[in-house]
C-alpha cells in the first residue's frame, strides 16, 4: 500500500510539489546566506575588527570603485579579488552596502560633462600605467586603481593598487589582494569615527617647517590633525598629543627638552624621531664636488640610549640604491650627465617581519646613519628597516664626492648585510632623569599637574629612525613642493618612481595611534601558487586535452552507453 506522499509522487501533479520545494528552499536561501571558507590563508574571511565595523553601521554605505573596462589578464585577477572582496562585505550587511564598478571616463550624472576623473585627481588619485602585450607590440592601458567610500556625507579615497618595482606583477597583485582588506575596513573606520588624532611637530631645535614639510602635512591631513608645537618655549608636551613627531632637528637639545620629552613618554605618549645625527645635504653638493659629513652633536644620545636605541655617526652605503645624473663627459658649457647610482640614496626592503612594514615597498633614505639596539629592561626592539645584503658603512668625519660614481664601486667592500635604520621600541620605559632631577624640576612639573615618573606607568611604543629626509619633500622650481618619495633629479626620467615612504610613515603611525584591530588586519597572508612555467610549456597539448577535448569525450562515451542500456531494457520487453 503506498503512503500520502507515494500516493503525490504516483499522481501527475508531482512536479508541482517539487516546484513547491524548489521555491522554498531559494527563498531561504536569499534570506539565510552562509559560506565555508576552506582555504588555508582564510583569504575569504573578514577580522572581528572589520565584522563589527560592519554590524554596527546606522546608515547606508556607498562603494564606487573605479576598475571598470578591458584590462590586461594580470590586472583582471585583481578586480575580480575586488569585487570578490567587496561582494564579501556586502554579504555581511546586506542593507546598509552597496557598491558599483564606474568607469573613469564616464561623466558624473547632473554635472554637465564632469567625468568622474576629473574628480579623483582633484582629491590626488592619478591614474598608473598598465603595459599590455599584444600581437601587435606593447600597448599602454592608463588605470585607476582607486575606490570612494560614502558614509554621512563623508567620503574616503582608498588606493587599491600600489605599484613596486621590486617585485614581479604576480607578487605585487598577491600582496595587494592581502591588503584589501586593510585598506577597505581602514578608510570604514575613518568615516564612522571621523575624530582625527592630534600629531604634534616639534620645532624647537631647528626642523624644517618650509617646502619640504609640504608632503608631510598633505599626508597626514587625511587622518590626523598636525600642529607645530615649539618644544622649547612650551612647558610641557601636553597629553591631547598622541604623538611627538620630531624631523631632522639641527640644533642640540638642551636637559629641559630632553626632559619635557622623557615625561611625556612616561605619561603614555607616542613620539616618532626622524633625525639626521650628521650634517650632509645634497644641495651642497649642487656648488661644490665634494664635502665634508660630520657630527650635529644633537645632544640626543643618552636619551635613545635608555630607551634602547643608539643612533651612530655613520653613513649607510648600499648597492641597492636610487639614481642621480651626474656628469660624464663634454665640457664645462655643455656637460654630457647620465643616470648613476649614487649609494648615499639607499633604498630599503622590508623583511616583512612586522604588521608596519608588511606588503610595504621600496623606502628611500638620504645619508642614512646605522642603529644599534642596546640592552633596557623591559624594551622589546623590532628592526623595521635595513640595508640589503651589498651594503656598508663609513665612519665620520667622511668626505662625500661626486667623483666616486666616476669608477664602479668595489663590489668587495659592500658585504654587510641588515645593517638596521629604523627600530620599534616597546614596553615600560625608563625614565633618563631617574635619581637625578632636581627638586625645582619636579615642583615645576607638579605645577602644571604632571607629577614627575621614574617609569611609564603601562607600555608604550616608540619609533626611532636615522634619516631625517626619509619624510620631506623634495622642491622643484617649476613644480613646485613634490609628493613624498619622489627623487626631483629623476623627474619626467625613465627613473622616476613613487616610493613607499609615505605608506611607511602612515603604518606607523596607525601602529602607535589608531585601534590595533584594524592594522592586525595588515597580517593576512595569501599564497601565491604558481605554476611551473617551464611545465607549462612542455605539456601544454597533453593539458589542454585533458581540460577541454577529455570532458567533452567523457560526455559522448557515458551517452552512448545509456542508449545502450536502454536498448537493451527496452528490446526485452
Known amino acids: 500500500m503506498k503512503t500520502g506522499i507515494g500516493k503525490i509522487f504516483a499522481s501527475k501533479y508531482w512536479w508541482l510539489l517539487l516546484l513547491v520545494i524548489l521555491l522554498g528552499i531559494n527563498f531561504f536561501a536569499t534570506i539565510i546566506h552562509s559560506r565555508v571558507d576552506l582555504t588555508k590563508e582564510k583569504r575569504y574571511t573578514l577580522s572581528k575588527a572589520t565584522k563589527d565595523l560592519l554590524k554596527n553601521l546606522d546608515e547606508d554605505v556607498q562603494i564606487d570603485i573605479f576598475l571598470k573596462g578591458n584590462f590586461p589578464a594580470k590586472f583582471r585577477k585583481m578586480t575580480n579579488s575586488t569585487s570578490e572582496f ?109 575624530q582625527k588624532p592630534l600629531i604634534a611637530y616639534s620645532t624647537g631645535n631647528g626642523e624644517p617647517t618650509d617646502y619640504r614639510t609640504f608632503g608631510l602635512q598633505q599626508t597626514l591631513q587625511m587622518g590626523y590633525q598636525m600642529f607645530t608645537f615649539n618644544i622649547n618655549t612650551q612647558k610641557i608636551i601636553p597629553d591631547t598629543f598622541k604623538v611627538l613627531l620630531i624631523v631632522k632637528p639641527s640644533i642640540q637639545f638642551t636637559d629641559e627638552e630632553k626632559l619635557k620629552i622623557d615625561q611625556y613618554v612616561m605619561r603614555g605618549g607616542k613620539v616618532i624621531c626622524f633625525i639626521d645625527n650628521l650634517i650632509a645635504e645634497q644641495d651642497s653638493l649642487r656648488y661644490k664636488p665634494e664635502i665634508i659629513a660630520y657630527d ?141 632631577v632636581s627638586s625645582i624640576q619636579v615642583d615645576s612639573l607638579a605645577l602644571y599637574g604632571t607629577p614627575f615618573k621614574e617609569v611609564s606607568a603601562v607600555d608604550n611604543k616608540m619609533i626611532v629612525v636615522a634619516d631625517g629626509d626619509m619624510v620631506l619633500n623634495d622642491v622643484s622650481p617649476k613644480d613646485g613642493p613634490l609628493p613624498m618619495g619622489l627623487n626631483f633629479y629623476t623627474l619626467n626620467t625613465q627613473y622616476e618612481y613613487q616610493f613607499a615612504n609615505r605608506d611607511f610613515l602612515l603604518n606607523c603611525l596607525e601602529y602607535l595611534v589608531n585601534k590595533p584591530g584594524i592594522i592586525e588586519t595588515r597580517n593576512k597572508d595569501i599564497v601565491l601558487r604558481l605554476l611551473d612555467t617551464q611545465k607549462v610549456k612542455d605539456q601544454k597539448i597533453t593539458w589542454q586535452f585533458v581540460n577541454i577535448a577529455l570532458p567533452v569525450l567523457l560526455i559522448i562515451f557515458f551517452g552512448w552507453i545509456y542508449q545502450q542500456v536502454r536498448k537493451r531494457k527496452y528490446a526485452a520487453v
Request: overall charge neutral; charged content about 25%; hydrophobic content about 35%.
Open 86 to 194: 567587496v561582494e564579501l562585505l556586502r554579504e555581511r550587511n546586506n542593507s546598509k552596502i552597496s557598491y558599483q564598478f564606474i568607469s573613469p571616463k564616464d561623466e558624473i550624472p547632473g554635472t554637465n560633462g564632469i567625468k568622474y576623473e576629473d574628480t579623483l585627481k582633484s582629491m590626488g588619485a592619478f591614474p598608473i600605467n598598465l603595459k599590455a602585450q599584444v600581437k601587435t607590440g606593447e600597448s599602454s592601458s592608463m588605470v585607476y586603481p582607486f575606490a570612494i567610500m560614502k558614509y554621512k556625507g563623508r567620503q574616503e579615497l582608498i588606493n587599491i593598487f600600489e605599484v613596486s618595482t621590486n617585485k614581479s606583477p604576480e607578487e605585487v597583485i598577491n600582496s595587494e589582494e592581502a591588503m584589501l582588506e586593510y585598506k577597505f575596513a581602514k578608510a570604514l573606520d575613518r568615516l564612522v569615527d571621523p
Open 296 to 436: 650635529r652633536n644633537l645632544n640626543l644620545t643618552d636619551l635613545l640610549f635608555r630607551y634602547g636605541a643608539r643612533i651612530n655617526t655613520d653613513l649607510v652605503m648600499d648597492l641597492q640604491c636610487d639614481f642621480l645624473p651626474f656628469a660624464v663627459g663634454g665640457n664645462t658649457n655643455n656637460p654630457q650627465y647620465e643616470f648613476l647610482h649614487w649609494n648615499y640614496y639607499p633604498l630599503f626592503e622590508s623583511s616583512g617581519n612586522h604588521i608596519i612594514t608588511k606588503n610595504t615597498g621600496l623606502v628611500a633614505g638620504r645619508f642614512v646613519n646605522s642603529i644599534d639596539t642596546i640592552t633596557a629592561t623591559g624594551i622589546t626592539k623590532t628592526i623595521l628597516l635595513s640595508s640589503s645584503p651589498n651594503s656598508r658603512t663609513i665612519g665620520t668625519p667622511a668626505l662625500i664626492s661626486t667623483n666616486e660614481n666616476r669608477n664602479t664601486p668595489e663590489d668587495e667592500k659592500f658585504k654587510k648585510s641588515n645593517i638596521p635604520v629604523a627600530v620599534l621600541l616597546e614596553g615600560k620605559f625608563t625614565s633618563l632623569f631617574r635619581n637625578r
